[in-house]
């Protein structure tokens, strides 16, 4: 170029820069402003050429990134990030301004996306097992004596200015053309391919603006586009790349997504204080102290404007001690941590976290390119008022309000299409069916999941439904279309459930593994209980699952038979499972009185006659665990479990669980087996510990029989017994502890008159039935007659 104030040599401004440097992005505007180009040649894919008019739309808000994506396979994709401190995103905004052409002149997407991920790791270094990869800032650092590549690049470009915009690019060309004849293509051999093409894109655009264009690379490809090659040689380069065929797109950004830890290859350490340098009019020093303030202030940590006057002094001392032209992160860092962290770390990871990477999410315009799953959820995204944020907040949705309910079903239709924006807060949530809890946060990276998700519909619930099919039909086992039912009502697919019910029936109706349908239950009970509170018609979903419970009725007692102690625990899992489940099955209106008797045990999960009473399964559930309590050849482990649960549901007295566990402990039961019973009894966190301590007639049954097992035996069983005895909580263990210590008092084996100060040794009904119209006003529920 020879405007004024340009370089003398002949030809294209060529301004190598840093990717995502404010200093370089500076430097960038200040040298097109002297040089005023015609055209702005832009290190990227040339297919995003149509995109750049949309860089001056006021809806584009850096960070924002250039997405492309095959278009046979969403999932492969690549971005070229660009924040609002990004010389390549100057350069566009200034040519935009002033009325240049802007063109990119990078590798194709088509090519970059085509090409196997092998290619872009080089071959290992000779005798090293190790890949030679040249990071220039750090060389070049190393050459100044530094070892901080970061601080040198911050006091040569960051923190300096200078009166010549041209200076700068020319210093920086010659220290990279240096580094390119040490060591070549630096362990990026695909660089050469690159390369190769841009220098084609230049030679095409020097024929049509001569040489009044300038060229916004990375320094470290300046030497490349200087060399003198052939046109023949570059085309060489590029004869027979793979290709596919791709489309592109603007999406939003994060700076956490620019951060080097995020995984980001050409990222940067510190987004948020490069924004801050890059966009604060002056005293970047004073401003970023105030921000920093603000925040800890936010958190009520006790900061003044004392702690930034002296924090900013700190700072601007340490600078001049290390020999630095300004205070830089290090410096701001090292202030802060000693004047308003008083010398800890964790607010000051709050800093950098916060401040120093940053949460800051760009916008791109709604007229941008996208696939219609993409535009449906941006709309659906409006009309629930469900922004996307990149910093994770907690959502609690109540289910009973109608745009709750359809920000559930949002949220679970995404979680089924692999779209992970959120994702269920477990423990906040309510035990009840009303409630839900979210976490959310939206990543860069959602973007590509949602185009991949985009092959099964066009509208994020067409796209759910159909992903859903397409997974009953493909489930590995009975569990998993368990799942799958309970995620479609969650969900609202309706129009899903029918073949993913069909799937079910047709899967459980073939199993006969009692552990697969006990499996499976639990998740179609959890779904029968939310289908009440969202509406959805679940007949069939009941058939489904009341058929399952009558199965497992069945075939569960001889199931139970001849486990192995692994075999055993597995089995008294799912028992608890089941009994949990069975508690949950709503019944009919009218079927939670007295059952009239058992129905047949023969229904098939895919029968279409309705399913027996849910109460009287109830009955036939009991009546299942008192023949595993009484079988023979069933492990203790699962005979006790049985047992306990049968008294938790008020179906064995007291008596008789004091009877079954002096049977279960008496001397001719192997120690072994009667130490499992025990633990299936009162081990775990079935809150055994607390019926020890409340009754003091099953506490001595267990003292009798520990204080009689043979020293031989009790060392096998110990184990055992710790394991059960451990799960229960200190203040427990102490209880017992104590009632032990006290010794066999007179009447031990019956229950004491007052088992605890103040309270009867029996419930009192009529006292009870005092607090009933306090319950239901609490519940809402209306009072029986």
Known sequence: MTRAGAPAAPGPLLLGVRHHGPGSARAVAAALEAGRPKAVLIEGPPEADALVALAADPGMRPPVALLAHAVDDPGRAAFWPMAEFSPEWVAIRWALGHGAEVRFVDLPAAHTLAAPEAAADPAPEEGTGRALRVDPVAELAHAAGYDDAERWWEDVVELRGGSDPFAPFEALAEAMGALREAYGHGGHPRDLVREAHMRLRLRAARKEFGDDLAVVCGAWHVPALRRATTVTADRALLKGLPKVRTELTWVPWTHRRLARRSGYGAGIEAPGWYAHLFGAPDRPLERWMTKVAGLLRAEDLPVSSAHVIEAVRLADTLAAMRGRPCAGLGETTDAVRAVMCDGSDVPLDLV???????????????????????????????????????????????????????????????????????????GRASTGTFREAWRLRWEPELHVQVAEAGVWGTTVEAAATARAEARAAAAPDLAALTALAERCLHAGLTEALPAVLGALADRAALDTDVAHLAQALPALARALRYGDVRATDTTALREVATGLAERICVGLPPACTGLDTDAATEMRAHLDAVHAAIALLPAEPGERGDAAGPAPASVAPGNAAPGPSLASLSDRWAGVLRRIVARDGVAGVVRGRAARLLLDEGRLGEDEAARTMGLALSPGVPPADAAAWIEGFVGGASGGGLLLVHDERLLALVDGWLSGVPADAFTDVLPLLRRTFASYEPGVRRTLGELVARGPAEGRATRPAVAVPGFAAAPDPERADGVLPLLHLILGTEVPA
């Open 352 to 426: 950098r976290d916060r401040l120093v990477i940053g949460d800051v999410l760009g916008g791109v315009p709604a007229d941008a390119p996208a696939v219609p799953l993409q535009r449906d959820l941006a709309r659906l995204q409006r009309s629930l008022r469900l922004k996307p944020e990149a910093e994770a907040r907690d959502l609690e949705l109540d289910l009973r309000g109608d745009t709750d309910a359809a920000r559930s079903r949002l949220l679970h239709r995404l979680l089924l299409l692999g779209v992970d924006w959120g994702a269920p807060a477990a």
